[in-house]
Each structure stands twice: as structure tokens, then as C-alpha cells.
Nanobody, 113 residues
Framework: QVQLVESGGGLVQAGGSLRLSCVASGIIFSINAVYWYRQAPGKQRELVAT???????NYVDSVKGRFTISRDNAKNTVYLQMNSLKPEDTAVYYCKIPVVVNWGQGTQVTVSS
């Protein structure tokens, strides 16, 4: 069974940084794209960043220039480096592999003003 475990969230002041990690098991990680989503209270889940198996990346406009997605296939891990954080980045962040049905438990990011 595929498992996705997110970590690295926390409470940070506006302008600060966090690095999220997503570790996958039970799947051939290197051949799969990985996505980061977030869900703020009362809002729909939003796609934030994607990375292909070849390392190509895409970002939602609101995080371009501030967030960086990367992967380490040797560690079955995808990262989301988040800089210049804003209060509107507050959400639970989830990683997702498109071909996998289940989601991880997410990691809470809270940015105070």
C-alpha cells in the first residue's frame, strides 16, 4: 500500500521560511510526478506546485518566486521550500501522487502577521 507522509509544518511569522517534506513508500517513486496541495479553513483544496518525474516544475501564480519544489529520488522524498511566507499561505499542506488514490495526513502551516 502506498503511503505519503508530510512533515515540516509549523508556526512562523510573515516573511519567514519553512521546508516541507513528503516521503513516499510502496511505490516506484522516481517515475511519478508529485504534487503539493493546500487547504485553508473554509476553502477548497488548491494545487500549489508540481514536479514531474524528470524534474520539471510548475507553480500557482500566488507562490511563484517564493516557493520551490524539488525531489530526491534516492530518498523517495519531495520538498517544498517556502520563503517570504504570508498569512494567506496558512493551510494544511498535502502531497499527492496523481496515480495514487490516497492522501497523506497533511502538515499544518500557520503564518502569523
Amino acid at each position: 500500500q502506498v503511503q505519503l507522509v508530510e512533515s515540516g509544518g509549523g508556526l512562523v511569522q510573515a516573511g519567514g521560511s519553512l521546508r516541507l517534506s513528503c516521503v513516499a513508500s510502496g511505490i516506484i517513486f522516481s517515475i511519478n510526478a508529485v504534487y503539493w496541495y493546500r487547504q485553508a479553513p473554509g476553502k477548497q483544496r488548491e494545487l500549489v506546485a508540481t514536479i514531474s518525474s524528470g524534474g520539471s516544475t510548475n507553480y500557482v501564480d500566488s507562490v511563484k518566486g517564493r516557493f520551490t519544489i524539488s525531489r530526491d529520488n534516492a530518498k523517495n522524498t519531495v520538498y517544498l521550500q517556502m520563503n517570504s511566507l504570508k498569512p494567506e499561505d496558512t493551510a494544511v499542506y498535502y502531497c499527492k501522487i496523481p496515480v495514487v488514490v490516497n492522501w497523506g495526513q497533511g502538515t499544518q502551516v500557520t503564518v502569523s502577521s
